[in-house]
């Protein structure tokens, strides 16, 4: 039974790039540059797009991942931000991850021609997210000081998938038991030299400095 | 394409269910009762473990399920309980949860004949493991207070697969926005009457209710 399923996996990831490309080229065409923005769920990544999207100089959209309902689209809404909703649920509990034809069951419903900035805020999870490439240009981990320093050593895969681990709730440093420096070398032995932010979205420290590299994205990453 | 994939998750969660309940009558035949410990990415299962196995007063063993490495298996070693780690990691990053193929794999590795408890960390993740059994007789989420109030809404399978929600890291509560009673009144929405505890694995706070609630694993869900 694994045999079989590993190939099911390999086909699937084989047609999800081909499809990712599609994405990507739909993007370029449009000018759209487009950030994959991943977590553990709970990590904060809504709270840091409320924070971020408010007062950013360049036109942007977000796509909502979320298995069911709308909460995260219904708190983006009063951003004046184009907000589309994809829901990954199927009748299985969901999927617990976006991938590239989701996306593109998603890009009619997104105005490509009137944005510079296309965030996808991925499902929260630690391992799938990974896995799929939607035809993003960037990715961004954002890792919550509550989870714990250990996190990139147990999800290798994710830490190392990504431009950009924001490390979010800075403010819960002195109520939890992470070491920064113990985070950072992990990080590094997984990851070496990736971009890191420290941030607290709750209280708006460092938001600006994500905020200006949300309007430069400086890396792109292959398709 | 969409399709053939439902029909293959189809045909995957009938054999896992397959598999699981072969599982479960070993267990039975051998009179261990076995707890699925489930949780998002960082909201305090091991540390809950290591709390708790201390002092417990049936004999239990953990099967620690990882993506990849050891760290939480090491953490437990120290409490001379029996730890057998379960990696999910297969080349394309890992699987997201534990499948009963899987657990079925390590039962040579368990003491089976001489415990009573056998406690299955699972990958952190709410959404691939409640759909996957593994033969286990109670589901337990463990769900951190710095993941917000929303998880319950936006992950509602998996509050609805468990027979106990752990709520942790109440320590936190003074320094993150968490509405108790909100929580309370989501997680009743999505799983009416569901049994909770309220802890602090860090400081200890509500351990002694867990241990005990261990020791009698109350509610024997159907396998």
């Known amino acids: 039974m694994h045999r079989v399923r590993v190939r ?3 086909d699937a990831l084989d047609a999800n790039n081909t499809i990712a490309r599609a994405n990507r080229d739909d993007f370029d065409r449009h000018g ?4 994959n ?22 036109r942007a959209a ?26 990954t649920g199927n009748g299985f509990g969901g999927e617990c991850h976006l991938d590239a034809n ?18 996808v805020e991925n ?15 960037v990715r961004i981990m954002v890792s919550s000081v509550a989870e714990g320093e250990d996190k990139p050593l147990k999800y290798p895969l994710m830490f190392r998938a990504c431009e950009l681990v924001v490390i979010n709730k800075i403010d819960l440093l002195p109520h939890v038991d992470f070491d920064m420096d113990r985070y950072l070398h992990h990080l590094d032995a997984v ?18 400095e994500f905020r200006s590299w949300l309007e430069r994205v400086p890396v792109r990453a292959p398709a």
């Open 191 to 208: 990851h070496p030299g990736v971009r890191t932010m420290q941030v607290s979205a709750r209280t708006g420290e460092g938001v600006e």
């Open 102 to 119: 989701m996306v593109r069951s998603a890009l009619p419903a997104l105005p490509l021609e009137e944005i510079e900035l296309l965030i």
């Open 8 to 10: 099911v996996v390999e």
């Open 32 to 35: 759209v540059t487009v950030v």
């Open 37 to 58: 923005l991943m977590s553990a769920p709970g990590a904060g990544k809504t709270t840091l797009l409320e924070r971020s999207l408010a007062g950013l100089s360049i």
């Open 123 to 137: 499902v929260g999870n630690l391992v799938c997210p990974a896995e799929f490439r939607i035809g993003e240009d």
């Open 62 to 87: 977000v796509l909502e991942g979320d298995v069911q309902g709308s909460l995260d689209a219904d708190r983006l809404a009063s951003l004046h931000v184009p907000v589309v909703q994809l829901n």
